[in-house]
C-alpha cells in the first residue's frame, strides 16, 4: 500500500473501504473479531448521562474529543517528518 494513500486516509482525504481497513489492521499485526452478545449495562446508564447534560455540555464534551484527535494526528504528522 503507498505512503499517499495512507497519508489520504491519516488526513481523513480518503475513507478506507472496508477491504482496505482490514488489510491496514492486519499490516498492523492485529485481527478485527466481530460477536454478538448482551450488551454492556453500562451502556445505557452512558447514554442516559449523556441525555441528561444540555446541549452546551454536549458539545463541549465534543469539542474536547474533537481536539485530542486533531493532536494525536499532529503528533503523528510530526513523528512521521522526523523519521524522515
Known amino acids: 500500500m503507498s505512503q499517499s494513500t495512507i497519508g489520504r ?11 482496505l481497513l482490514e488489510r491496514l489492521i ?4 492485529f485481527e478485527i473479531r466481530v460477536s454478538l452478545g448482551e450488551p ?11 441525555l441528561r447534560r444540555t446541549p452546551r455540555e454536549r458539545l463541549a464534551d465534543a469539542t474536547c474529543a474533537a481536539q485530542f484527535v486533531l ?14
Open 71 to 84: 493532536r494525536g494526528r499532529r503528533s503523528m504528522k510530526q513523528r512521521r517528518h522526523a523519521e524522515r
Open 26 to 29: 492486519r499490516a498492523a499485526g
Open 40 to 50: 454492556d449495562p453500562g451502556t445505557d446508564s452512558l447514554f442516559e448521562r449523556t
Open 9 to 19: 486516509i491519516e488526513t481523513g482525504a480518503r475513507v478506507p473501504s472496508t477491504e
